[in-house]
C-alpha cells in the first residue's frame, strides 16, 4: 500500500464548505491517476471522484457534480477535494486513493487505499 493521509475534515453546517488534502508519502504519484471515495457509517464505500495523472481529466459521482473539485499538486504529491456547498448526506469518512493507472475510474477495485480517512460531519 502506498501510505496515505487524509486531512481537513471536521464538522461544518448545512451549506458550509471544507478543503480536504491527501499527502503521498514514500514515493511519487505524478504517474497515476488517484480518486477520493467515502464511506457513511452502515453504508458501503462509494466513489466520489478523480483526477488524471496531469490533473487535466476529472470524473464526478452526480451526487457531488458541481459542488465538489479535485485538484493535485503533483510538486507536493499531494491530491486536494475542494467540498462547497456541503449537505448533510455528505456526512463520511472521505479516504483519498492511488490508482493503478493513468487515467481514474469509478471502481475502487483499481485503486491502492492506503490512508485513515478523514471525518466530514455535515449538520442540518
Known amino acids: 500500500q502506498v501510505p496515505l493521509e487524509e486531512s481537513g475534515g471536521g464538522l461544518v453546517q448545512d451549506g458550509g464548505s471544507l478543503r480536504l488534502s491527501c499527502a503521498v508519502s514514500?514515493?511519487?504519484?505524478?504517474?497515476?491517476?488517484m480518486g477520493w471515495f467515502r464511506q457513511a457509517s452502515g453504508k458501503e464505500r462509494e466513489f466520489v471522484g478523480t483526477i488524471s495523472r496531469d490533473g487535466e481529466s476529472t470524473l464526478y459521482a452526480d451526487s457531488v457534480k458541481g459542488r465538489f473539485t479535485i485538484s493535485r499538486d503533483n510538486t507536493k504529491n499531494t491530491l486536494y477535494l475542494q467540498m462547497n456547498k456541503l449537505k448533510p448526506e455528505d456526512t463520511a469518512v472521505y479516504y483519498c486513493?492511488?490508482?493503478?493507472?493513468?487515467?481514474?475510474?469509478?471502481?475502487?477495485?483499481?485503486?491502492?487505499?492506503g490512508g485513515q480517512g478523514t471525518q466530514v460531519t455535515v449538520s442540518s
Open positions: 486513493a492511488v490508482a493503478f493507472g493513468d487515467y481514474g475510474s469509478r471502481w475502487a477495485e483499481q485503486y491502492d487505499f
Open positions: 514514500g514515493r511519487t504519484v505524478n504517474s497515476n491517476a
